[in-house]
Structures are given as structure tokens and as C-alpha cells.
């Protein structure tokens, strides 16, 4: 006699409509709303931080090098007003004193540019389903659209500062590279996760441009980037440190120079660096959870 074919018995507890029809084999199905990928999801983060950062090099001369020379004619122009007769500021020629907190201030003005624009552009033009819609989490999609604006500030710097090597009354030095490295990239994510904090509130592009002319632009700008606040009274200094930007730039300016108004030893400096670093936990902290809540994303 022919041997029969036993059919595999499923699963205890498995619902009839879970069978295969075709063998009588059992096969679990996850049920309906359960997330598939479970993790970090490493493959759509990598593919949202290339795509924001291909769209903004997709039009660089603008995004990369148009500010690197817009940001090159402030040495210029205060280089030819105030540098003249030998003038020097913390031991250094005013040309290589200014040069540190221009390539910050670059830095820190794309990052935010960047991040203000990925998700108020998907708002304004109602492709916004196409960042929500993936299986990213919302710490991943605030890690890769902060990443990819970090991106282009480091790209901005790099010109910045392979320009003003070349300029001939600047002295690019690397006194401390730590410090180099490490309010770099903390001015760029301060300014990243400001950036996407205006994305996730503005309603249109003036609002974003609100915050850069009214916000980002004179902190900037008072921040130590062309003096330093020793000069000013002490009621403006007092201001002037209240600023975190003053650190940021302070703190950039030590690691080319060795010297800055925070102090002149790596020591006198980590207390800032520390500051920058938990001021940028607590932002992070704050954009997570604003994206967490869906706020102006999902109705």
C-alpha cells in the first residue's frame, strides 16, 4: 500500500486563516500593525541621511560654496577696514584672529539652513508622507536629517577653511584639535536640531526665514566673532555670555589659536565643552519628543 502523506499539524493556537491551503502546513503571521522590523533600523537611516544629503548636493554652488565665499567677504571687508597697521588681538594679526569664528559661524548658519528646510518643504508641498511613511523611528529620522546637515556644515567649514589657508594674512594653526573637533561639530548640531525644531513649528517659509534674520544671524553675529567681549562692558559681556554661540565660537577659536575669552588651557575650556554637549542632550531630548507627538506632522 502507498504510503500517505501525513500533513504537518500546526501550531497550537494557530487561527485557521494563518494555513497554508496549498501543503496544510502551518505558518505564523505576524498580526496586522506589527512592525516588521524591529530595531535600529540602520538601512532606512542610511537612505534618509543620502538622500538629504544628495539633494543639497545636487545644487552645492549653492548650498556649499556660495556661503564659504559669501562668508570669506566678511574677512575681506573687516580684514581692509580694522586689520590694518598691524593690529592684533590675543597675541595673533586680527586677519588670523577673525579667521576661526568665520568658519564657525559659516558652519553653524548651513546647518541650520539644512535642517530648517527637509521637513518644511514635504508640509508646504505635501510630500511629507514620504518621510513618515517608511519604518523609521523617530530618532531615526531625527538622526538622519540632523546627520546629513552636519554633512553639509563640515563641507562648508572644509571650504572656509582651505580658502582662508590660502589667504595670505591668515595663519591656520591647530593648537588643540580636540577642540577643533568637538565645537565643530556641536555648534553644527546645535544649529541642526534649532533647524528642524523651525521645520517641525513653521507654516511657511517666511517663519523659517523669521527665525535665520531674527535669531540665528545676531546671535551670530554677537558673539564674539569679531572682538572679544572683554572690550565691552560689563553689562554686555555678562549678555555675551548668556549666549551660546559665544561658546561655540570661543571655544573654535581656542583650538586654532590656543587662546580665547573662555581662557588659555584645555582645562579652562572643558567646562564649556561640557555645557555645549549637555545643552545639546536637552535639545535632542526636546526635538525627539516633539516628533514623538507628531506635532504639526500628523493630524
Not at 19 to 42: H, M, V, W
Not at 88 to 101: D, K, Q
Not at 167 to 174: C, G, L, N
Not at 222 to 241: D, E, K, N
Request: glycine fraction near 10%.
Amino acid at each position: 500500500m502507498a504510503d500517505q502523506a501525513q500533513a504537518t499539524p500546526a501550531p497550537a493556537g494557530t487561527s485557521p486563516e494563518f494555513l497554508d491551503s496549498g501543503t496544510g502546513a502551518g505558518r505564523r503571521f505576524p498580526p496586522k500593525g506589527q512592525p516588521q522590523i524591529t530595531g535600529f533600523n540602520r538601512i532606512g537611516l542610511w537612505s534618509l541621511y543620502i538622500k538629504e544629503v544628495r539633494r543639497f548636493l545636487k545644487v552645492q554652488t549653492q548650498t556649499v560654496w556660495a556661503p564659504a565665499v559669501t562668508t570669506l567677504l566678511f574677512l575681506v571687508i573687516f580684514t581692509v577696514a580694522m586689520g590694518r597697521g598691524g593690529r592684533e588681538i590675543l597675541g595673533v594679526p586680527f586677519a588670523t584672529f577673525v579667521a576661526p569664528g568665520l568658519i564657525m559661524m559659516g558652519m553653524m548658519q548651513n546647518a541650520f539652513a539644512n535642517s530648517s528646510f527637509s521637513l518644511l518643504a514635504g508640509k508646504l508641498q505635501g510630500t511629507i508622507i514620504d518621510v513618515l511613511m517608511p519604518p523609521l523611528s523617530e530618532a531615526e529620522l531625527m538622526i538622519g536629517i540632523v546627520g546629513a546637515a552636519i554633512t553639509r556644515s563640515v563641507m562648508v567649514g572644509g571650504a572656509l577653511a582651505l580658502a582662508m589657508w590660502l589667504w595670505p594674512d591668515v595663519q591656520m594653526m591647530a593648537a588643540h584639535p580636540w577642540a577643533i573637533v568637538w565645537f565643530g561639530l556641536m555648534g553644527a548640531t546645535l544649529l541642526a536640531l534649532m533647524g528642524l525644531l523651525t521645520s517641525l513649528w513653521a507654516d511657511k517659509f517666511d517663519h523659517a526665514a523669521a527665525v535665520t534674520n531674527f535669531v540665528v544671524a545676531p546671535l551670530s553675529l554677537l558673539s564674539g566673532t569679531f572682538y572679544v567681549i572683554h572690550a565691552l562692558s560689563p553689562a554686555f559681556q555678562l549678555v555675551s555670555r548668556l549666549n551660546p554661540f559665544f561658546y561655540m565660537i570661543s571655544g573654535f577659536r581656542f583650538g586654532f589659536l590656543g587662546e580665547s575669552d573662555i581662557g588659555n588651557s584645555n582645562q579652562a575650556v572643558i567646562g564649556a565643552a561640557i555645557g555645549v554637549g549637555v545643552l545639546n542632550l536637552v535639545l535632542g531630548f526636546v526635538t525627539y519628543r516633539i516628533l514623538k507627538s507628531g506635532w504639526k506632522l500628523k493630524s
